[in-house]
Nanobody
Framework: QVQLVESGGGLVQAGGSLRLSCEAS????????MAWFRQVPGKGREFVAH????????YYADSVKGRFTISRDNAKNTLYLQMNSLKPEDTAVYSC?????????????????WGQGTRVTVSS
């Protein structure tokens, strides 16, 4: 079992920055592929970023490439998402997800555990 708790969301002006955190409980975090997804009302979850269990295998959605950075600290059981140059279209609820099989991917079906989400609002 893995429990995930996100934090760091809030209201920010366009062009600003936020850093999201996802704290994991359980012993499988260090072997799990992790990802961030986001969701706006009326739409499905959208892939944002992925990181492999060792910190490699990093890739991003085209919409955030060059602005967002995913990272992890296995000693602290924590996943991060540094978001810079934020745009109003980045407004969403951001959730972290874990795949203890270590594979991950861009599809929601590839992840077994999800956090409750943290809301990010970017004003224009």
């Amino acid at each position: 079992q893995v429990q995930l708790v996100e934090s760091g969301g809030g209201l920010v002006q366009a062009g600003g920055s936020l850093r999201l955190s996802c704290e994991a409980s359980g012993s499988t975090f260090s072997i799990s592929a992790m990802a961030w997804f986001r969701q706006v009302p009326g739409k499905g979850r959208e892939f944002v970023a992925h990181i492999g269990w060792s910190g490699g295998s990093i890739y991003y959605a085209d919409s955030v490439k060059g602005r967002f950075t995913i990272s992890r600290d296995n000693a602290k059981n924590t996943l991060y998402l540094q978001m810079n140059s934020l745009k109003p279209e980045d407004t969403a609820v951001y959730s972290c997800a874990a795949d203890p099989d270590g594979l991950g991917g861009v599809g929601t079906y590839e992840y077994d555990y999800w956090g409750q989400g943290t809301r990010v609002t970017v004003s224009s």
